[in-house]
């Protein structure tokens, strides 16, 4: 099973979350990826960090352990299909979050969240929170 990590995770992975780091021993490390979106967003977060320098080694760091899978043409399909429910239905999310949830269902992938509510309006995709598990 491919596990892929939001944003928010990885950034509980480098905070050193206990419990997001507990989860991520108990799977191997050829089932963890990001996408590049999720690239893209830790990115920007460095550079409107006040500790630039700090956060952007923090960041290599992780990236260095991580599997970056690019943003594939074929998800496209599966982006305007979501995007469309989503739509009709009236719960319209981010433009990024979009993106990371088409590539994860793409893949058949687990998208591993902190923000469940607002991935668990999209069809078909299965979301773990691995900061605030259900009991």
């Known amino acids: 099973m491919a596990y892929m990590l939001d944003t928010n995770i990885c950034i509980a992975i480098m905070k050193g979350h206990p419990g997001v780091r507990s989860k991520l021993h108990l799977i191997g490390p050829d089932e963890i ?3 590049s979106i999720v690239q893209a967003e830790l990115c920007y977060g460095v550079w409107k960090s006040v500790h630039r320098t700090h956060n952007a080694q923090a ?4 990236l260095f352990m991580c599997l970056i ?3 594939p043409s074929e998800a496209a399909n599966t982006y305007g299909e979501i995007r469309s429910t989503l739509e009709i239905q009236g719960h319209i999310i981010g433009a990024n979050d979009l ?3 088409a590539h994860a269902r793409y893949l058949n992938a687990v998208l591993v969240t902190n923000n469940v509510r607002e991935f668990g309006r999209i069809p078909v995709l299965d979301v773990e929170n691995w900061i605030d598990p259900p009991p």
């Open 59 to 62: 960041l290599a760091d992780f």
């Open 69 to 71: 899978l690019d943003w």
């Open 99 to 101: 993106l990371i949830a």
């Open 33 to 35: 990826c990001i996408s």
